[in-house]
T-cell receptor, first 112, second 115 residues
Framework: GNSVTQMEGPVTLSEEAFLTINCTYT??????LFWYVQYPGEGLQLLLK?????DKGSNKGFEATYRKETTSFHLEKGSVQVSDSAVYFC???????????FGKGITLSVRP | EAGVVQSPRYKIIEKKQPVAFWCNPI?????LYWYRQNLGQGPELLIRYENEEAVDDSQLPKDRFSAERLKGVDSTLKIQPAELGDSAVYLCASSLGLADQETQYFGPGTRLLVL
């Protein structure tokens, strides 16, 4: 079956530090890959996505590249801000009718 | 544009009591999802609706959970009777339809605590 593995958290960084959050997956077929973010007190929001190998999703300074050879979709940002403090979820979907499968999520705290 | 609305935001009940959650999706969204998110875990799909039809309810514990989406708009998820293990956040999401299933818009969730 499908599964998503995220690195263990939480992660605490200073403002302007470089961020990498690891995500690897196991899937049948060719999944689409997603990063969702959940800010305190709010619902999950789509941050970025990639639908085929070597695609790069980007949004709000975050980037992730779909690496089929390593089955990975790591999230990166060059300079984090306090406002990036949130819970980040990696997810995948295979086929037009299938459900989203999420990782456990990781909490990011950015201190001034 | 209003987002997905859920109520209540928080609910505390004693075990064996019934509980219901309500969701109003984004206007025009035909597909509606209910997810359950246990503490420290990612969301897991319970049921998906296309308009008023439940098209994927394989993960819904049917002995105690039920859901409906009358008229293909609002939806209600019910648990009767609730058990201690049902304590979780219940998320509702919606999307335009199958073709746009990738982008699911989530509500803030209902946090349920069963004592």
């Amino acid at each position: 079956g499908n599964s998503v593995t995220q690195m263990e958290g939480p992660v605490t960084l200073s403002e302007e530090a470089f961020l990498t959050i690891n995500c690897t997956y196991t899937a049948t077929g060719y999944p689409s890959l997603f990063w969702y973010v959940q800010y305190p007190g709010e619902g999950l929001q789509l941050l970025l996505k990639a639908t085929k190998a070597d695609d790069k999703g980007s949004n709000k300074g975050f980037e992730a590249t779909y690496r089929k050879e390593t089955t990975s979709f790591h999230l990166e940002k060059g300079s984090v801000q306090v406002s990036d403090s949130a819970v980040y979820f990696c997810a995948l979907r295979t086929g037009a009718n299938s459900k989203l499968t999420f990782g456990k999520g990781i909490t990011l705290s950015v201190r001034p | 544009e209003a987002g997905v609305v859920q109520s209540p935001r928080y609910k505390i009940i004693e075990k064996k009591q019934p509980v219901a959650f309500w969701c109003n999706p984004i206007s025009g969204h035909n597909t509606l999802y209910w997810y359950r998110q246990n503490l420290g875990q990612g969301p897991e799909l319970l049921i998906r609706y296309e308009n008023e039809e439940a098209v994927d309810d394989s993960q819904l514990p049917k002995d105690r959970f039920s859901a409906e989406r009358l008229k293909g708009v609002d939806s209600t998820l019910k648990i009767q009777p609730a058990e201690l293990g049902d304590s979780a956040v219940y998320l509702c999401a919606s999307s335009l339809g199958l073709a746009d299933q990738e982008t699911q818009y989530f509500g803030p969730g209902t946090r349920l605590l069963v004592l």
